[in-house]
């Protein structure tokens, strides 16, 4: 495993890190992640060097506001000495906090069900433009620094979904140690992007990323033309391969997070990983996946990542499921295929989980990390397929 220096935390990340949003399930319930498969994948990756483990408290919840099963689990799969060997990265959940007393209460509460007495890398999770203000009112930087000098955490950084103006304007707020923003060769210049990465390490911060499969679309979404493009070069890779190398070759990143949840995942990082060097592509390399984004931009119809955070709907709507299938239309299918592809989502997703159910509400648009227009696109969806 190769290691980065972590800005100026002083500390030393491995390249690769273990995201805990999407973990092995047992079934349907977010909830119910399969622990046993689970541990093994994360001892897997511990064992062969990741240090950096990345969770949230909502994570595997049912609702944004509650705490999911992801800090618990990582409290059981850290003993027996694996605690020792890992960095801890989670999130207050800042959409939440209404008084200074809610902070305290929900990291005491996150020291709890971690089963740790320090957070090594603590963030606010999710800033934009709808919680910055209130957590400035609320004086979050007091509650970072106690909580440093109290030494429940150790370093102090956010999280971020929003537009370049507003990151500069958070990097520059406070004393930071680092930030966890979204990067992909398709992301470059979405929400921070490259500009804000290079803002973020040039002022010392660590930078963590996320995201750097676009929630998997660029490992398994992959059209054949861009299929055909990676085929054709020299160096024969996987489409993830190509896109976490892309990620890596940047110097200022840090650590890229990846939700493995399968042993052939780990397995296929780690061996990427071992290669995970700054500047390792060279110019034609680089305009492969530059090539590579076009053809996707061309097709991709909704940014969404599944990323969840827009679940549950009050409605019901499965919001990811359906954007998940519409995509998959223009990535793959044809007019010919489109009979197919209404089959499918009629199958696969139960009339009451449909885009026809919104109501409009707009909360799911109020957690969206990628901004889309939730209501506007379920009633694309909708033509489309009903």
């Known amino acids: 495993m190769l290691y980065r220096d972590f800005g100026k935390t002083k500390e030393k990340v491995s390249a690769l890190g273990f995201g805990c949003m999407r973990l092995p399930l047992k079934g349907d319930n977010p909830q119910d992640i399969d622990e046993k498969t689970a541990i093994n994948l994360l001892h897997s990756a511990i064992d062969q060097g990741v240090n950096y483990i990345d969770t949230a408290y909502p994570y595997h919840g049912i609702s944004m506001d509650q705490g999911g099963a992801s800090e618990p689990f990582l409290a059981k799969a850290l003993k027996d000495g694996y605690r020792e060997k890992v960095k801890i ?62 030494g429940r955490i150790k370093h102090a950084g956010f999280s971020f979904h929003d537009r370049i103006e507003l990151f500069k304007e958070v990097v520059d707020h406070y004393d930071w140690s680092f930030c966890t923003i979204q990067l992909n060769y398709l992301d470059d210049e979405y929400q921070a992007g490259e500009e804000g990465m290079e803002y973020a390490s040039a002022r010392g911060l660590g930078v963590a990323v996320m995201e750097p499969l676009k929630g998997g679309q660029l490992a398994n979404n992959v059209p054949a033309e861009v299929k055909e493009l990676f085929n054709g070069a020299e160096a024969k890779r996987s489409p993830a391969e190509w896109a976490l190398r892309w990620v890596w070759n940047h110097p200022e990143v840090s650590v890229v997070l990846s939700g493995m949840n399968t042993p052939e995942q780990v397995e296929e990082n780690l061996e990427i990983a071992k290669e995970a060097h700054s500047h390792m592509l060279t110019d034609h390399e680089l305009n492969i996946t530059e090539q590579a984004k076009s053809i996707f931009e061309k097709k991709v119809k909704i940014n969404c990542t599944n990323c969840g955070y827009c679940l549950p709907c009050p409605t019901g709507v499965n919001i990811p499921e359906n954007f998940a299938k519409y995509n998959d239309y223009f990535l793959f299918g044809s007019s010919e295929m489109k009979d197919f592809y209404k089959f499918n989502y009629h199958s696969f997703i139960p009339e009451h989980e449909h885009a026809a159910v919104c109501s409009e509400c707009g909360i799911c648009e109020e957690h969206c990390p990628q901004g889309i227009n939730i209501i506007q696109e379920l009633k694309e969806v909708k033509d489309f397929f009903e």
């Not at 959409?95 to 069900?113: G, Y």
């Not at 910055?132 to 440093?148: H, M, P, R, S, T």
Request: aromatic share 12%.
């Open 89 to 150: 990265a989670t999130k207050l959940p800042s959409w939440a906090v209404e008084t200074r007393e809610d902070m305290e209460k929900f990291l005491n509460e996150q020291l709890k069900r971690l089963e740790t007495d320090c957070i090594d890398f603590y963030m606010m999770h999710g800033i934009n433009k709808n919680n910055w203000g209130n957590l400035k009112e609320l004086e979050f930087e007091e509650f970072l620094d106690e909580a440093i000098a109290d």
